[in-house]
């Protein structure tokens, strides 16, 4: 108890080169819980316009679908005891049909070409809750009784001359049919995240595509949501036990490598930002201590000589690097916990190249605080290990005699 007595003592005799390695520590640690946060909001609105408003968590194809030249012939049935097989799966919290197709789109004068999502209003926002949310401004997402209404991408609509209540004809072929084509009435326009989807991509309800496909009681996908993401590899296991080989499960990261390789690189972009402050925030706290260590050698002789242990010495120093870092990193921590909170309740407006305004919500849990200040005092009692050694090392007589 003394010890650590002395060492708070001892860090505030020189208050000025205390304060600015507190400083130093204490920004350090603010930056790296800010820096989370920010990480935080965007893997947040990745997963969310990739996972959450398109893809899902868990897809169900059959087998061959993926990669085939004719996919609308490797059809699943829209069967209520399929639908219950999957449901039944521990995990598993919602299913919704879905069918993928293309084809082309005409206002009468002019055509071109889109690529359509077919769902089912009914189960499609239980699976996909921000698919609601997916929609331009002023439009509104499909509901059950709209089986003639499509949200078609804003650019797409426009090279149509398409406004809100227009009637277009939608085009395309089955797998085992020739040409149709139905009308449609544009009842609103998907958000502008990317050019080539508000150019192509359009939205229509799964009966309005069984109908234009001539594909009565039939899907091409079964889309799942879980009851936490992070098991997905597992629930995903339990359903191919289930399906057998007839069936193919997909997670969201199979269909989209590039979205997960994205989010991988901001974990690795946060790890490269931290061993930056970590060396900077070091340098500082060697500097600090072989200071302290210079300035005290007469004094650290006298505590030698006086019988003091070595080890003492050393603990002494290393108590005062861990009282340094353990205050400095709660108040750094504790500011940047602040400020992400704050953002995060206010939110952040973003506008991609070409796209519609998308607000990120940094946040950050307690869990990763601790983990900072953790690491915030191991990094000051390494910092502190060779100066602290190298005191204890002193002569007592060489260090009495020292001016």
Request: proline letters at 4%.
């Amino acid at each position: 108890m003394r010890l650590i007595l002395l060492a708070l003592r001892n860090l505030t005799r020189n208050k000025r080169r205390t304060i600015l390695t507190a400083l130093a520590i204490v920004f350090g640690a603010a930056a790296i819980v800010l820096l989370q946060g920010f990480v935080n909001g965007f893997i947040r609105n990745n997963i969310e316009a990739i996972v959450m408003s398109r893809l899902g968590v868990l897809q169900v194809f059959r087998k061959g679908y993926l990669g085939s030249d004719d996919p609308l012939k490797k059809t699943i049935p829209h069967d209520a005891a399929l639908i219950a097989r999957i449901k039944a799966v521990e995990g598993v919290t919602a299913v919704t049909p879905r069918i993928n197709f293309d084809g082309m789109v005409s206002n009468g004068a002019e055509s071109t070409m889109f690529v359509a999502t077919a769902i089912d209003p009914a189960t499609e926002y239980e699976v996909c809750p921000q698919r609601k949310k997916r929609v331009a401004i002023g439009s509104l997402p499909l509901s059950p009784d709209q089986q003639g209404t499509a949200l078609i991408g804003k650019t797409l609509a426009d090279s149509l001359k398409a406004e809100k209540g227009s009637t277009l004809v939608m085009q395309a072929a089955g797998p085992h049919a020739s040409t149709n084509a139905l009308d449609i009435e544009v009842g609103g326009f998907l958000p502008t995240l990317n050019l080539v989807e508000s150019k192509r991509m359009s939205t229509v309800q799964i009966g309005f595509a069984q109908e234009l496909l001539r594909m009565k009681g039939q899907v091409t996908e079964y889309t799942i949501g879980v009851r936490n993401i992070a098991e997905m590899n597992v629930i995903a296991a339990r359903l191919r036990t289930v399906l057998g080989d007839e069936f193919q499960v997909t997670t969201w990261e199979d269909l989209d490598p590039a979205t997960k390789t994205r989010v991988a690189s901001m974990g690795y972009v946060l790890l490269f930002v931290a061993v930056v402050l970590f060396l900077l925030v070091a340098t500082g706290i060697i500097n600090t201590m072989l200071m302290s260590v210079y300035e005290r050698v007469r004094e650290i002789g006298t505590m030698l000589a006086l019988g003091v242990r070595r080890w003492q010495v050393t603990a002494l120093f290393l108590l005062e690097a861990t009282a340094l870092g353990l205050l400095s990193s709660v108040l750094g921590a504790a500011l940047g916990y602040v400020v992400v909170r704050w953002l995060g309740a206010r939110g952040i407006a973003l506008k991609p190249p070409g796209g519609d305004i998308l607000w990120t919500y940094p946040n950050v849990d307690l869990n990763f605080l601790l983990i900072v200040i953790g690491f915030s005092i191991a990094g000051a009692v390494l910092s502190a290990l060779y100066p602290a050694y190298k005191a204890s090392r002193l002569s007592p007589v060489d260090a009495l005699r020292a001016t």
